[in-house]
């Protein structure tokens, strides 16, 4: 009877590490939530090809849309922990959600951290027909002028939305902020002078900059944009420490087992090496975090640190959900 249930024993416990040692051995859905064709959907399937190569199972690209991302990314949290349902997100549905919205999960304890795999910071950007050449100036202007410039944000809680209620609180600058049903119509707007700034994605931001149709007066980080070098960071322009970022990250549903979270983790990392990756990440604005950045503890961190941040300030502002 000992033998038998010994046997017993030894045949459970082989059980999970049989499952993680063929995993996958079925396609990998990637949960996008927000529709085709926005950043996270286009870095997505950017990645999904070469992972899959890694894997040796299909990665497919599912948008599930809704309530800010927090349906995308709830179903994820809900997900079995098997590996097989991942998510993709960023800054704003990983972190602000958090403190905007009434979610039924919890972003660190019910979502397993796998790679950040990269980051975009915001431009202090401004119509051309603004009268000021640079960041100090704008700030003169601005506090000359309280209360009549005007910021487009993506609507409540967007980005654009913090990261100018977050500019407007370190400057002492007063504005008002116009909502939008996103960043495009918002830089349509800014671009035909109907509104007077803006703190947007670098990557949305640079071609109407270069193009000469709006104004860049720092970027929002410890270091220049390769793609953007001759914009100042907010240190040398005058607003030391104003730094935000919309980074990305992958997650799997909390409680994946760690040799499932590995392999993964894996092939996230073989395909942010891949050149054609890193090449069309460049195109988009979007820098990849280097190789000690892109282990799940990493991203476990820094995505704590990031909520002990942002929360406070958000809430402070009384950012709601609309």
Known sequence: MKTLLAAVAVL???????????FPSRPVTLVVPFAAG????????????????????PVLVESVTGAAGTLGVGRVARAAPDGYTLSIGHWSTHVISGAVYPIQYDLLKDLEPLAMIAANPMLIVASASVP?????ELLAWL???????????????????VGGVYFRDASGAKFEFIPYRGTAPAMQDLVAGRIDLMVDQASNSIPQVRGGRIKAYAVTAKTRLAVAPDIPTVDEAGLPGLYVSVWYGIWAPGKTPRDIVARLNSAIVAALADSTVRRRLAELGQEIPPREQQTPEYLAAYHKAEIEKWWPLVKAAGIRGE
């Not at 899959?52 to 199972?57: C, E, P």
């Not at 309280?146 to 910021?151: I, L, Y």
């Open 132 to 136: 000021a050449g640079n960041l100090k």
């Open 38 to 57: 926005g950043p996270v959907d286009t870095i997505a399937r950017i990645l999904s090809v070469p992972m899959a190569k890694t894997l040796g199972q």
């Open 143 to 161: 506090r000359s002028n309280p209360g009549k410039a005007s910021a487009g944000t993506a609507g409540a809680g967007s980005a654009s939305h």
């Open 12 to 22: 459970a416990g082989s059980i999970p590490a049989a499952s993680g040692q063929n």
